[in-house]
């Protein structure tokens, strides 16, 4: 059994506050270290693909040329992966995508090289990739995440759900309000049927929370599901409840498994005006709500929604849909470079 030193048995005041800053600098130079060398990488291998096109459209070499490529450098550096055929039309690939090396240095050259190749088998677009791009680094997506943020095509749902928060939230509030709600809401991950009932949904999205909250969006904070309000002596109960962290404000969400009627904002409205008087502090700010509903009409929506002085907006919600089909290109898979390159590039895999 191993025992302190009587002089380390004890220690001198402030110790344990000196002892976790340092601990917290040095876990902050790792992380520092880990980037920089990442981002050395992630240059390097742009800068191949950029020799090999460039090689390739002055000296008319053919594809060939990558396989002798590939074998001279694992023959010169047995013990680095990432030198594979399939590895350097990646880079090929790669530095084709982003010709502007000001781009590869500030946003793409801080993603791993496995979220790169993401991008790439994923998405044709320069300014898909790009956004997509800014979005992991925002958010601190792993690749996985980053694949589904991608078929779902997140970024194309984002800010699209009918509101009022021009007319009934101050700027900057309502632009980020706006940008907070999506439609329509990807519920494939609950695995129900399209003839599924309200109280099915809620009860699934509750018991994947987690899922949920990721398909809400940063910020979200679960509250409560059929959160009691007692009004007047008469319980009414809300469907889904949440606390915005970046709005701060509580959101209420009512699911509908119909078709969207004018009346269901009604109900919304009596739901927020509950919260404000009974929940919300005096530093919160108006709550919000979402209407969850099967299908609407956009003009019925926007015409219910111009008279209403509360903060809501209404959004469809999909349960099980195919997702879109994967972009083809004639690149290796992702898996024949991950065999290569082992998972070490993954970026926090555990975070969402």
Not at 55 to 77: C, M, N, P, S, Y
Not at 184 to 208: I, K, M, N, T, W
Not at 291 to 317: H, R, W
Request: glycine residues 6%.
């Amino acid at each position: 059994m191993n025992e302190k030193p009587a002089s380390l048995a004890t220690s001198p005041e402030g110790y344990a506050d000196w002892l976790a800053e340092l601990k917290k600098r040095i876990h902050q130079a790792q992380q520092r270290a880990t980037l920089a060398v990442n981002q050395e990488l992630v240059l390097l291998y742009w800068q191949i693909g950029q020799d090999i096109l460039q090689r390739q459209a002055e000296q008319g070499w053919g594809a060939k040329v990558i396989d002798r490529l590939a074998h001279d450098l694992r023959t010169t550096f047995p013990d680095v992966k990432g030198f594979s055929r399939a590895n350097l039309m990646y880079m090929r690939a790669f530095a084709e995508a982003w010709p502007d090396a000001e781009i590869v240095q500030q946003a793409v050259g801080r993603l791993p090289w496995g979220h790169n190749l993401v991008l790439l088998s994923k998405l044709k677009d320069y300014s898909d990739r790009l956004a997509y791009a800014h979005a992991a680094l925002e958010h601190g997506w792993s690749r996985n995440i980053l694949v589904m943020q991608i078929e779902t095509r997140l970024l194309e749902r984002q800010g699209a759900a009918v509101t009022n928060f021009e007319a009934s939230l101050p700027k900057p509030q309502s632009d980020l309000a706006r940008e907070s709600l999506k439609d329509p809401y990807r519920f494939d991950f609950l695995g129900l049927s399209a003839e599924s009932q309200e109280r099915e949904v809620e009860g699934a999205l509750v018991r994947h929370v987690t899922e949920f909250l990721l398909e809400l969006g940063a910020g979200f904070a679960f509250v409560g599901r059929q959160v009691l309000l007692d009004v007047g002596g008469e319980e009414f109960f809300l469907d889904l409840l949440f606390y915005h962290l970046k709005l701060r404000c509580y959101v209420v969400i009512e699911l509908k498994t119909g078709k969207f009627k004018p009346e269901h904002l009604g109900q919304l409205g009596f739901y927020l005006t509950a919260v404000d008087r009974q929940l919300k502090n005096e530093h919160d700010n108006p709550s919000i709500g979402l209407l969850l509903c099967k299908s609407k009409n956009k003009i019925v929506a926007e015409y219910a929604l111009s008279d209403k002085s509360q903060p809501m907006g209404i959004a469809e919600y999909k349960l099980l849909e195919s997702l879109p089909a994967e972009l083809q290109t004639g690149l290796p898979s992702i898996k024949q470079i991950e065999q290569e390159l082992g998972d070490s590039d993954r970026m926090g895999e555990n975070n969402t």
